[in-house]
């Protein structure tokens, strides 16, 4: 049985959502929901002797990148600790695969001037 609590003016669906679960088994891969690829987010006003940082990712190169379904990456800045110090960012899906390159052609903002980020900061790059 599904329960939902729905928003006024949301429709209710439980044939197809009881459908959905019963093909996918509770702890199945498909019963996560997925990330949605493409929260790049815009560029940060200019302040006065303070500096923006835009990384350029134009394509990586991949032994299997042929095989890859929907590619994406992420892109997240962190503390010492591990915190993330800005929202992760995804970006859109890549715009074309060739040989061993996945092409997304894309600049990514990061939302903390340079000189706002402590000391030891680091960028991360998931694919």
Do not use: W
């Not at 498909?30 to 990712?57: A, C, D, W, Y």
């Not at 591990?82 to 859109?92: A, R």
Request: charged share 30%; aromatic share 6%; with cysteine.
């Amino acid at each position: 049985m599904v329960t939902r609590i729905l928003a006024p003016g949301e429709e209710e669906n439980l044939e197809v959502e009881e459908e959905e679960d019963a093909a996918t088994g509770a702890g199945s891969p498909e019963s996560f929901p997925n990330r949605v690829p493409g929260t790049l987010l815009p560029r940060l006003p200019s302040e006065p002797r303070m500096s923006l940082l835009t990384i350029k990712i134009d394509k990586i190169g991949l032994k299997d990148a042929g095989q890859c379904i929907d590619p994406y990456m992420t892109v997240s800045v962190k503390d010492l600790s591990g915190i993330d110090l800005n929202p992760v960012q995804d970006t859109p899906v890549a715009t074309r695969k060739e040989d061993t390159y996945i092409h997304f052609s894309v600049d990514i903002e990061i939302q903390r001037h340079i000189e706002r980020l402590p000391k030891g900061s680091q960028t991360f790059y998931f694919y």
